[in-house]
């Protein structure tokens, strides 16, 4: 294949995989995954051509595979990034304290 034809594949799969996601985020964010799972996974994902070339090499279609798990993946991890970040900078919610004036002057 020709540059142009693999970036045209590339390209493809790239919006075919947001699109996949962008239908799909709300039933993988009900799951409550750990992000650093995710990240495993999507190092996994990174890592499996350069240990089993002889299949990404010749089949297109693990190949187009390969990148859709690896889109998904990152598209999941970005997002839940994103959502731990809000509520790390939350700010605290909690009853306030109640004065001691007030607590001694109830009968």
């Known amino acids: 294949m020709s540059f ?20 799909t985020r709300n039933y993988a964010l009900k799951f409550n995954l750990n992000r650093n799972i995710v990240l495993i996974l999507l190092i996994i994902v990174i ?24 889109y998904y993946l990152m598209f999941l991890y970005f997002d839940l990034r994103r959502i731990y970040k809000v509520k790390k900078n939350a700010p605290p919610i909690g009853k306030p304290k109640p004065k001691p004036n007030r607590a001694k002057n109830i009968k």
């Open 4 to 23: 142009w034809q693999q970036l045209l594949v590339v390209l493809l799969t790239a919006i075919g995989t947001y699109s996949l996601y962008f239908y």
């Open 47 to 70: 890592v499996i051509p350069f240990i089993i070339p002889k299949y990404y090499g010749t089949h297109l279609l693990f190949e187009i595979i390969s990148m859709v798990i690896l």
